[in-house]
């Protein structure tokens, strides 16, 4: 099977982060976003990769041929971005004599049984149901419960049934007819073209599609979500770092992910924090938060923070001389 993983999104909501770093990048529970998605779709026998690039490609290209060099990858370039459904329509010279593709949203993390999911009988639409389905494609069934209706954001929803950005398409050649007439004749919600909306297309043309709801899901499109996200991983088995070193006169409150090569002096890191590699830390108090690489953090107290990469912090240091009866606010 292939999968298509678009990637090509600016990230506004991660800003200033995604000025310089590109979202799928940012690290969770010590490894990016985008290592979650394709070790997730190497374990269930998915062969090839596309990823359709746009804003800061370059370096989603180099960390993926540096991460795994024997990946069978192809990279698309999205030149303007106009939508989910655009990005696949971009990639559509690699779906020539595929049958079936499995589509990832690059900025989420989705927890199914991805076997099952890939296994199901028809095309199939990860979904899971939300407080507000105006921010979401949106998932309506009819009497019996089968998948009548995609709505991209409605105003007015008649569901709460969200989909998560993760697809399975049986029939690829009906999903590019699907793109291609709908960009060909400007058909447009708001301003884009959303893959929902060649998807219902596809079901107006005979397409059947099921459901399969999530574990847990992700969407690591916000600061307060991505913290989340990083404090339910580490949470989780397996993903917060174990055997750590002795690190001179410090304090380490597991779960936390500390990279490899960093300098932590004189301080007290974790709960649920993630360091990047080649990190230094003296004197300070971190808590919740996620630290890049290359970073310098030295006399702060930090908590619900993201630091990206080779940023530098340094606290405020006082020397004071306080009389009797004197009250003093730092904040």
Known sequence: MKAIIPVAGVGTRLRPLTYTQPKPLIPVAGKPIIAFIIDQLLSVGVKEFVFVIGYLGEKIRDYVESQYPSLNMQFVEQETREGSGHAIWTAKKTLKNTEEVIIVFGDSIVDIDLKKFINTPHSCLATRKVEDPREFGIVEFDEE?????????PTIPKSN?????LYKIKEVPLLLKALNYNIKKNKRTGEEFPLTD????????????????????????????L?????ILLDKEGYASANLPLYENSIIINPVSIGKNCTIKNSIIGPHVTIGNNTSVDYSIIKNSIIGNYASIKEVVLQKSVVGNDAGITGLRQSLNIGDNTEIDFS
């Open 145 to 153: 419960g089968i998948v009548n209706k995609l709505v991209e954001k």
């Open 161 to 165: 049934t969200a989909m998560v950005g």
């Open 198 to 225: 060649a998807l219902m297309r596809m079901i107006d043309k005979g397409a059947i599609f099921s459901t399969m709801d999530v574990n847990n899901w992700f969407d690591c499109g916000k600061i307060e979500i």
């Open 227 to 231: 913290l989340e996200t990083n404090a």
